[in-house]
């Protein structure tokens, strides 16, 4: 009876970490774990970049709309024979020509390109968006999941250490008994074979939790430390699976993010097409000279000119590029309809997860009752000479492995939650209400948007 008690009392202790509860006061929580991996995660840092960095696409598209103002600056020495009639004699000399010269050109009408690609490199912002709050989401969803790997990691650890205290307590009394004649060699044989196993099971067990704290440093950022319990986010999600079906069409970041990629392609188009239209350019220009002949000294010489130019043909590659952009346009389209598919088959699968989640915690504690209930009748049935050590050593493993279950239903029950918000697209730190400062990739853009010069970017590099 002394077994029994050890092993249900570190079992408790174990349910106790990994259900939900009052946490310890400096306990780490899930959701601060979720704010540091918001916060530092150097894989979305770095998407984060790439965000900014596409931003720049709008500026460069509208300096199509600028002047391009160019000086020319010119200075060296020169030789200069000028052989006239034959009875005048020749004029030579070493001449300093200096010139200095202003140009602007400034693009009238180029067939509405500028205007497009400005309205282009705009989607392509609006789409690097889309793609950060992808990987904002998958960071979130992969730090829910690492933590509640640990929590569920360390609990099945100390289930399978409390198992082989209890096993190696079996094996004692055992012996003991086989020194009395009660039991055989093979009783005391079949003991030694199951602690073992044990043994070898919290090894397993071990192993893994290294690997769930490497993981766990990996996306969050440091070493976990007195975990509090995770609980599911059943509130933030939809009331039912067609409101969640419907709804991750409208906000699921991959959804929003091949739109716009529609909006690219369809303006590429009209861009390549506006190839065939005339381009209008007006250059104005000061230049002045000095000493570029024998003859003269200083030349002043201002211009005005207005360019059109029509293209005729050129060779059919302005054609191949429309019907290539229409082509890629249609992929695109096709595009979206395999992600929403992808995205409505996504929520339905993480609902359904979900769903058999709360099951199997249920069906997992009715396991774990019936099981300590099973060997404390097999303990009590054994003392009796109705069961064999093998009998008991049978009912300690099947609760063991239904502890195990009823941790491993937990964390599958939170984690599912979790992938449900992703799969709608509404994983998110204002959703979730974590304490932490968004970014919002639209204060750099506004930033840079209008910059005519300059070489430093907003934070000061």
Known sequence: MHG????????????LLALAGPAPALADTIEAALVRAYQNNPQLNAQRAQARSTDENVPQALSGYRPKVNVTLGTGYQYQEIQQLQRVPPINGVLQPNS????????LYNGNQTANRTRAAESQVSGSREALRVLEQTVLLQAA??????????????????????????????????????????????????????????LTAESNLTT??????????????????????DRFLPASIASAVNLSLVENPSVTAAMYGIDVNYLQVKINEGALLPTVTVQAGVSTAYQQTLSVFRTNTASAIATASIPIYQGGAEYSLIRQSKEN??????????????????????????EAGKAQVQ???????????????????????????LDVLNAQQAL?????????????????????LNAVGRLAPQVLGLATTVYDPSVHYQQVRDSWAGVRTPDGR
């Open 100 to 107: 200095a010269s202003l140009t602007v050109n400034q693009t």
């Open 212 to 233: 769930t704290r490497a993981n766990f440093r990996r996306i969050i950022g440091n070493d976990p430390t007195n975990l509090a319990p995770g609980s599911p986010v």
């Open 329 to 354: 346009l249609a992929q695109q389209r096709l595009n979206l309809e395999t992600t929403r598919d992808q995205t409505r088959a996504n929520v339905v699968q993480a609902w359904g997860q979900l």
């Open 145 to 202: 999941t690492s933590y509640m790997d640990f929590l569920r990691d360390s609990a099945t650890l100390e289930v399978q250490r409390s198992n082989v205290r209890v096993l190696e307590q079996t094996l004692k009394q055992t012996r003991d008994r086989f020194n009395v004649g009660e039991v055989t060699r093979t009783d005391v044989a079949q003991s030694e074979a199951q602690l073992a196993a044990g043994r070898t099971q919290a």
């Open 363 to 389: 069906s997992a504690q009715a396991q774990v009752t019936a099981s300590e209930i099973a060997l404390n009748g097999v303990r009590e049935e054994a003392k009796a000479g109705q069961r064999t050590t």
């Open 4 to 15: 029994v008690k050890l092993f249900t009392g570190a079992a408790i202790s174990v349910l």
């Open 400 to 420: 063991v492995n239904a502890r195990v279950a009823l941790v491993t239903a937990q964390h599958d029950r939170v984690v599912a939650s979790y992938s449900v």
